[in-house]
T-cell receptor, first 113, second 117 residues
Framework: KNQVEQSPQSLIILEGKNCTLQ??????????LRWYKQDTGRGPVSLTI?????NTKSNGRYTATLDADTKQSSLHITASQLSDSASYIC????????????FGTGTRLKVLA | DGGITQSPKYLFRKEGQNVTLSCEQN?????MYWYRQDPGQGLRLIYY???????QKGDIAEGYSVSREKKESFPLTVTSAQKNPTAFYLC????????????????FGPGTRLTVL
C-alpha cells in the first residue's frame, strides 16, 4: 500500500535554531516528492520538488534532501523565524494510476521567541 | 493576478441543508481537486477532475457532489447525506492531468471552513 509517514508529529523550537523534519514513503513506482508549507487556516504552498535523480534542493532557508534508495526525505530549516510556524506536508507522486498524489499527515512546527 | 480562489471563507450549515463551495482558477489548468482536512489529519481526496465534463470520486466522495462545466470552475456541493461535514475544505488545480510529473505541481486555494450548526 502506498503510504507517506512524517515525523515528528509536532515540534517546538526557539527562534534562530535549526530543525529537521522527516518523511518516509513506500510509494511505488516513484515519480517525485514535494514539500508544502501550510499556515494555519490557509492553503498549502509548495516549497520544493525533487525527482528520483535529485538528492538535494534548496529554497532560501529551506533545504530538502531525498534518498530514493531508502525512500526517505528530510526538510531542514536553518535559522528559524517566527513565520516558520506552520504545518509542513510531504507529498509523494507515483507514475501509476489516474490519481497520483499521496499526502503525509504533516509536521506541525511552532517557533517561539 | 493569476491564482485559485475559494468562496466563502467561512460557511455555516444547518442540518439537512445542502451547501455549495465555490472554486475558481485562472491558471488555465486542466486538473482540479477537492480535499477535506480535519484537525490533526492529512488531506483526504473527495473528488478530482482531469478535464471539463469529467470527474472521478476520491477516497471520501460519499455525501458530496461536483460538477465541471467550465475549465475555470469546480464547485463542490456538500449534501445532507454527509453526516459529519464540519471541516476545512481545500481546492487545488494543476497543469496536467494528475500524472504526477515534476511540472504537475498542485496549487491550492485559501480554503473554506464549513461548520454545521
Amino acid at each position: 500500500k502506498n503510504q507517506v509517514e512524517q515525523s515528528p508529529q509536532s515540534l517546538i523550537i526557539l527562534e534562530g535554531k535549526n530543525c529537521t523534519l522527516q518523511c518516509n514513503y513506500t510509494v511505488s513506482p516513484f515519480s517525485n516528492l514535494r514539500w508544502y508549507k501550510q499556515d494555519t487556516g490557509r492553503g498549502p504552498v509548495s516549497l520544493t520538488i525533487m525527482t528520483f535523480s535529485e538528492n538535494t534542493k534548496s529554497n532560501g532557508r529551506y533545504t530538502a534532501t531525498l534518498d530514493a534508495d531508502t525512500k526517505q526525505s528530510s526538510l531542514h530549516i536553518t535559522a528559524s523565524q517566527l513565520s516558520d510556524s506552520a504545518s509542513y506536508i510531504c507529498v509523494v507522486s507515483s507514475t501509476s494510476g489516474t490519481y497520483k498524489y499521496i499526502f503525509g499527515t504533516g509536521t506541525r512546527l511552532k517557533v517561539l521567541a | 493576478d493569476g491564482g485559485i480562489t475559494q468562496s466563502p471563507k467561512y460557511l455555516f450549515r444547518k442540518e439537512g441543508q445542502n451547501v455549495t463551495l465555490s472554486c475558481e482558477q485562472n491558471l488555465n489548468h486542466d486538473a482540479m481537486y477537492w480535499y477535506r482536512q480535519d484537525p490533526g489529519q492529512g488531506l483526504r481526496l473527495i473528488y478530482y477532475s482531469q478535464i471539463v465534463n469529467d470527474f472521478q470520486k476520491g477516497d471520501i466522495a460519499e455525501g458530496y457532489s461536483v460538477s465541471r462545466e467550465k475549465k475555470e470552475s469546480f464547485p463542490l456541493t456538500v449534501t445532507s447525506a454527509q453526516k459529519n461535514p464540519t471541516a476545512f475544505y481545500l481546492c487545488a488545480s494543476s497543469i496536467a492531468s494528475g500524472q504526477g510529473a515534476k511540472t504537475d505541481t498542485q496549487y491550492f486555494g485559501p480554503g473554506t471552513r464549513l461548520t454545521v450548526l
